[in-house]
């Protein structure tokens, strides 16, 4: 859960981490992290977070793949609009995959 807590951590303040509400800062950000993890050897695959990306494309009906930032802000058509988007999307994204979890035990 070490992306995805971050990513909270992120959506919560995000002017601590880059700067502002953009969704792409906060694209790039996790990228970069996620990209150093992998270059030494730390990446954890089986996080949550990396679900979400197809979860938003498949929630929001997009055919094309996209990151998931900029499949929001498509959808969004604001800046504001796709930070709270995303916020709101990230819960019920978390709300279904431990519904899954739920259910399987």
Do not use: C
């Amino acid at each position: 859960m070490r992306y995805s807590k971050l990513f909270e951590e992120i959506l919560n303040k995000p002017g601590m981490y880059v700067g502002n509400t953009s969704i792409e800062r906060i694209f790039a950000f996790m990228d970069g992290y996620i990209h150093a993890d992998w270059e030494n050897k730390k990446r954890d695959n089986s996080d949550l977070y990396f679900g979400f990306q197809p979860w938003v494309i498949e929630r929001l009906g997009l055919g094309i793949q996209k990151n998931w930032a900029n499949s929001i802000a498509f959808v969004a058509g604001s800046e504001e609009s796709a930070f709270e988007m995303t916020k709101k999307l990230w819960t019920e994204y978390k709300a279904e995959m431990q519904q899954q979890s739920n259910d399987k035990n």
